[in-house]
Structures are given as C-alpha cells and as structure tokens.
C-alpha cells in the first residue's frame, strides 16, 4: 500500500543511554558522578538484553540561561557512539538527534561514515533542526533558517553517505562534487531518522526520512501524527518501509520499594507488555525507553530484567 509504515516484527524496543546527556527532565541523581566505566556496563547490559540501539543526544554548548534545567553534561554523539561500538557487538548505535545544521555535511558524513565503518554497518543517523539560539549563533548559523538548512542538510547527507566515493550534492546552501571520502559506511543504505513533533519536522520525516523520532508526544497525540505521516507518504508516492518510534513512559520493571514518581509505569512484566504494546496498535515500530534507578547496578538490574521478561512479550509478532 502506498503511503504505508510497515516494519515487519513485533515492537522494538532501544534506550538513551544515561549519563551521557544530564537534562533535569529525566537524569538520575547517581549521574552526576557517573563517567566511562558506567557507560561501557549499561551499554553492554542493554546489548546482552537484546535492545536494538543505543542512543546519544547532541548539543555542543549549553548558555546559562538554559544550563539550571539542561545542565551542560552532553557528551559528544559521535565520539559517544565509537567508544561504544568498540565496547559492544550487535546492538545498533543512534544519534537521537544530531542538530546536523550546524556542521558542514561533508563533516558529518565523514565523521558518521567513519562510525558506521568501524561498527561493521550499526549506524542509525537520527537528525533535528535543534531549540537553543545561541548554539547556532555561536557557530555562525541562522537559527530562525535550520529548518530550511536541515531539509538541505538531509538531501546532502543522502548523498554523502551513500555508495559513491565522490559525492554531489549541488544546493542553494551546500555545493560540493569532486571530493573523494573513503571509508564508505558498511551499510548501503544508512537509516535517517528524523526527530521533531512540529508539523514541519512531521512533514520532513515523512518526505525525507526512513523514519520518525517524535520529541515527548504522549499517547494520546501520537495516532493522529502517525496517520498525517501516513497521509503525507501516500500522496508522495512513498511506499518503501518506515520507522514510527515513540518515547515512552519512565519505567521500573516489578515493584518499586521507593518513589519513582507518579507518572512511571511499574508493575509485573505482563502488565508492562499489556500497557506498551497499546504503541504497536497505533502503528509504532519501535520505543525508547529509559528506566528510573538509584545506582548504576540497580540501571543495569533493570535493563536486563526488561530484556529478559519484558522484551519477548514485545517482540512477538
């Protein structure tokens, strides 16, 4: 069916790592101290755990007035995502989302072709238009034109990443043929997926995209953003396989004996499956999930018992 969003499979499920983005929203107190050595373990607990990627944010430089609520702990996504490449050997490696506006996309294509290489083809490029002013004026790029600058950067980063040696690209923005970048990614196709909840970056997703992140849509709003996606890929004419994700809710896998907070999904595995799997019947393919703990082990406690119980009875089909 034209327009479709068909991932065959039941529902994935992948994770933002902790401690490498620190936002107020979601980052545990534990965090604060935590560095590489907690990042390898919850990597590998979630690649034993069977989980499909691991996530990293982006952002190079957080201004006071937003650093009380972001922090300024924000680890680089690509330098993030190699150290763990090395460190695990199957689960997928997301950027979740590169503001890739603010980089020429001949670097970005070198820097995430290099990663894709080296992971042997794990590579998923999520990208945004980015929120923080100062980020862009900083780097000398026009933040009321990144949405305009983002839908070029995808076109030639389509380009850039794909089998030639020598790609063109030739835009009101970017311009560029002749230039040779080896070493290609392992992939032939590198999944782009595009993150944002506002109509336009909706509409980018579903024109330009293999795939759609939505930034905090709760349940509700999610259905009908799923079938505008729809409506915009059937009147395009796209019918190739696309990615609907979602955020879910914070999670504690059984009974907490402390306060994870009202709004935190908790309860025996099943329960958890029931109220997750309402995602797969709006048109969900995968989730990100994000666990509340109080130490590292008590993190990876829960990654592997969500692997272990919860995530069999997500992906059956």
């Known amino acids: 069916m034209a327009g479709r969003c068909a991932v065959s499979g039941g529902l994935r499920y992948g994770i933002q790592l902790p401690v490498q983005s620190q936002s107020t929203l979601y980052a545990e107190t534990w965090e604060a101290g935590a560095g590489p050595e907690d990042l390898v373990a919850l990597a ?11 996530a ?11 650093a009380a609520a972001m922090s300024t702990v924000w680890y680089d996504p690509v330098a993030t995502l190699a150290f763990l490449a090395a460190a695990t050997a199957r689960v997928r490696l997301l950027s979740h989302v590169a503001v890739v506006g603010l980089r020429h996309p001949l670097l970005t ?15 998923i490029l999520g990208v945004g238009a980015g929120h923080v002013p100062e980020e862009f004026e900083a780097l000398g790029v026009d933040f009321r034109q990144r949405g305009a600058v983002l839908d070029e950067c995808v076109d030639a980063l389509r380009a850039a990443l794909g089998p030639e040696e020598y790609p063109e690209h030739h835009g009101k923005l970017y311009d560029f043929a002749g230039l ?24 980018r ?12 849509d709760p349940r ?13 890929r059937e009147r395009a004419g796209l019918d190739g396989p696309f990615t609907v994700g979602a955020i879910a809710e914070p999670l504690y896998v059984g009974t907490p004996a402390w306060d994870v907070g009202r709004r935190t999904l908790t309860g025996r ?3 958890l499956a029931e109220s997750l799997r309402a995602y797969r019947a709006m048109g969900v393919h995968q989730i990100q999930v994000r666990f ?18 919860v995530g069999p009875l997500l992906t059956e089909e």
């Open 205 to 216: 997703a579903a024109l330009k995209g293999d795939g759609w992140l939505p930034q905090g």
């Open 109 to 123: 294509a070198k820097q995430y072709a290099t990663l894709d290489h080296l992971s042997g083809g794990r590579l």
């Open 269 to 271: 595995p099943r329960e």
């Open 44 to 54: 590998r607990a979630a690649d034993r755990a069977g989980f499909a990627y691991l």
């Open 220 to 232: 509700g709003r999610l259905p009908g953003q799923i079938e505008r996606i729809r409506e915009l």
């Open 56 to 66: 990293a944010c982006d952002h190079i430089a957080v201004p006071h007035r937003l």
């Open 292 to 309: 509340r703990s109080r130490s590292r082990s008590e993190a990876v406690d829960q990654i592997a018992a969500f692997g272990a119980e």
């Open 180 to 203: 040779g970048q080896r070493p290609r990614p392992a992939q032939p196709h590198v999944p782009l997926w595009v993150g944002g909840s506002s109509p336009a970056a909706v509409r």
